[in-house]
């Protein structure tokens, strides 16, 4: 079996400021990371994740992001089984991600970042 594992949860927003305080000082959780719009927190075995930019319902909602040390191969893999909506694998230079849909239209992506 392919190990992956549910690492965050993306939460788009165009008031990342505002939800920053929100999730930080309002509900307590702990700053795992910060760049230039986004903003990452540690939430137990799945962390949240504030990404700047538009959401509306049914256009953009959260993305489920699930761990794999080589996202290459576990997109292999996954192709391999049949999934036919992922993406290519792009590198950031930190950290390599491939993007997908369920067969529901739900976006999902394979990331190595932690």
């Known amino acids: 079996m392919l190990p992956l594992e549910l690492r ?3 939460l788009f927003t165009e008031k990342l400021p505002e939800l920053t305080i929100f999730y930080r000082d309002l509900l307590g959780l702990e700053l795992a990371g910060q760049e230039e719009g986004w903003v990452d927190f540690e939430a137990g075995a799945c962390g949240i994740a504030l990404h700047a930019g538009r959401s509306s ?3 953009r909602p959260p993305k ?3 761990y794999a ?3 290459a191969a576990a997109r292999a893999a996954l192709v391999e089984r ?3 909506t992922l993406g290519s694998v792009k590198s950031t230079g930190s950290f390599d991600m491939c993007d997908g849909k ?3 239209g739900n976006p ?3 990331s190595s970042r932690r």
């Open 8 to 10: 965050r949860v993306i």
């Open 57 to 59: 319902i049914g256009n």
């Open 64 to 66: 489920i992001v699930l």
């Open 69 to 71: 040390a080589d996202v």
């Open 82 to 84: 049949g999934v036919k």
């Open 102 to 104: 369920d067969p529901d």
């Open 108 to 110: 999902f992506q394979i």
